[in-house]
């Protein structure tokens, strides 16, 4: 492949990536709109086209055409480079994600992943820690006591479940063997018996997969850990004083951040785009894509299921349970995991 | 490109140092820093250390800056008061003190080192081995090559842990 049609097949990638990402985030605030309105028995929203599937777009115009106020006591400079730095990182994280196994369209063979870099979830993890700046720096420029708390608790927050976070990891690096995130599915092909597919999450990263789900709903400040924007406390909590696209964009870089989180989760624990192919070629190359959607989906359905469900944490309680119940058991899972391949 | 990519952010890395001086507020000199992180972060994975680099930015511009920053905001430091009348004797013997040590720095290091090694031609990556800054063979070299002064390094760190634990224990 030329150098040419390599840029040129990147930048197909990148489009249709992002194209599709933010219309994921898009529907994802429907879809939890919807789901919350029937588990709390209401309808939620309908007026907007059928079922109110447009909703979405109706909202985006909204917030476009809403009056941007700059509070004049905001230091301005850090104020406007907040939002966009949430946002970026949100969206960056989704390049070393593959979604599929390589495919052959004419001469150009290619990857479904916009980078196949061999230290794929180190990036994720990089961006996700410099995506911490977004919520500290909104937080501290905006000058307000309700933005300045809010700032304070997302970042003890994400910085104490980020090493939960990174720990629960491990154990899966240690089967697979490697950081590349399209290796690590590769080694979770297979199956026992003959059905039970060889994915992490029955290979014995069950434990591991419960601590990444709980951490990753913190690092995400969804319920039960929103601490960081409780409305009954701190009105927004970081994101107070930004109004129309400004807030629109944190809100898109936590739904943005939903679906990197979903997409490492069924990337690390649940075989990727593994799952059966069978059918004409045609089907055969799409299927893989498929399973890995499906999968996503699930876990934004799980999201959103938990916030329907459960209240939120005291923040006492919020930080005990990080430090001194998840971060134990994921450096137990460590041990037990790298026993077990010792002697394996 | 290399060349390129090296200058650049060769210069982005200097300018953000030089701002992380010139700034008069604690959070703009600390979100320099950061900067400069990233950029040799930028300058590792030229060399082709990608972990190296990976961990520049998680450990480094991660870690422990969100902890500056933190800090800076929790105790919401303001903006550095400037003296009056700084100290003549730094400005008169400073710019002459900083050449001459840059002067000196320089011939040391071509002298040992061979005027070929520092000439401009962008970084290059010395090591031709096979998988060269790869996580693998970092590994190899820490876990198995140099496992003695990693788990030494270690203990130094659990020692350090330990102390600020100790010292930020309330009297009871």
């Not at chain 1, 059928?50 to 104020?79: H, M, N, S």
């Not at chain 1, 919520?135 to 708390?149: C, F, T």
């Not at chain 2, 090296?6 to 979100?31: D, E, M």
Request: hydrophobic share 55%.
């Amino acid at each position: 492949m030329t150098i040419g049609t390599y840029i040129l097949v990147s930048i197909i990638k990148i489009v249709i990536a992002m194209l599709v990402l933010l219309t994921g985030v898009a529907y994802a605030t429907l879809a939890e709109r919807k789901v919350v309105a029937h588990i709390q028995n209401r309808w939620g929203p309908s007026r907007v086209g059928p079922f109110g599937v447009w909703q979405p777009l109706a909202d985006g115009l909204k917030f476009i055409f809403k009056e941007d106020v700059t509070p004049p006591f905001v230091y301005r400079p850090l104020y406007l480079l907040a939002p966009v730095l949430s946002l970026t990182m949100a969206l960056t994280a989704i390049a070393v994600i593959p979604v599929g196994p390589w495919v052959s369209i004419g001469s150009v063979h290619t990857p479904l992943q916009i980078a196949d870099v061999n230290i794929g979830l180190l990036v994720i993890l990089g961006l996700t820690s410099i995506g911490v700046y977004g919520v500290a720096l909104a937080g501290w420029s905006s000058n307000s006591k309700y933005s300045m708390l809010g700032s304070l608790r997302a970042s003890a927050q994400m910085v104490s479940y980020e090493i939960a976070l990174g720990l629960s990891l491990v154990g899966v690096l240690i089967y697979s063997g490697s950081f590349s995130l399209r290796d690590i599915v590769m080694a979770q092909s297979g199956t026992f018996l003959g059905f039970i597919p060889k994915w992490n999450i029955f290979t014995g990263q069950f434990i591991a997969f419960f601590i990444y789900i709980m951490a990753a709903y913190a690092e995400t400040n969804r319920i039960p850990f929103d601490l960081p924007e409780a409305e009954t406390e701190l009105v927004a909590g970081y994101h107070t004083e930004y109004s129309s696209m400004k807030f629109a964009m944190f809100f898109m870089a936590e739904y943005a951040n939903m679906f990197t989180v979903a997409c490492l989760a069924s990337v690390l624990f649940l075989g990727g785009w593994l799952g059966p192919v069978f059918g004409p070629p045609l089907l055969q190359a799409v299927l893989p894509v498929v399973w890995f959607v499906l999968k996503v989906l699930a876990f934004i359905f799980i999201y959103i299921w938990v916030r329907g469900t459960l209240p939120r944490f005291r923040y006492d309680q919020l930080m005990a349970f990080g430090w001194k119940f998840l971060f134990p058991l994921a450096i137990a899972n460590i041990m037990v995991t790298a026993l077990v391949v010792a002697l394996r | 490109m290399h060349l390129v990519l090296f200058l650049i952010f060769g210069a982005v890395c200097v300018g953000a140092a030089i701002n992380l001086l010139v700034q008069k507020h604690p959070i703009n000199s600390a979100l320099s820093l950061i900067v400069v992180m990233g950029s040799l972060a930028v300058l590792y994975l030229l060399l082709g250390a990608e972990f190296v680099a990976a961990v520049q930015v998680i450990v480094y511009a991660g870690a422990v800056m969100v902890l500056f920053v933190f800090v800076i905001m929790l105790l919401n430091a303001g903006e550095e008061e400037v003296l009056p009348h700084s100290s003549r004797v730094a400005i008169v013997l400073g710019v002459p003190g900083l050449i001459l040590g840059l002067a000196v720095g320089i011939w040391v290091v071509a002298r040992y080192a061979g005027f070929d090694r520092i000439a401009i031609g962008g970084p290059r990556v010395l090591s031709g081995s096979e998988g060269f800054g790869n996580p693998s063979s970092v590994a190899k070299l820490l876990f198995r090559d140099y496992l003695l002064p990693f788990e030494v390094t270690s203990v130094l760190v659990l020692i350090a842990i330990l102390g600020a634990v100790v010292l930020a224990r309330r009297e009871e």
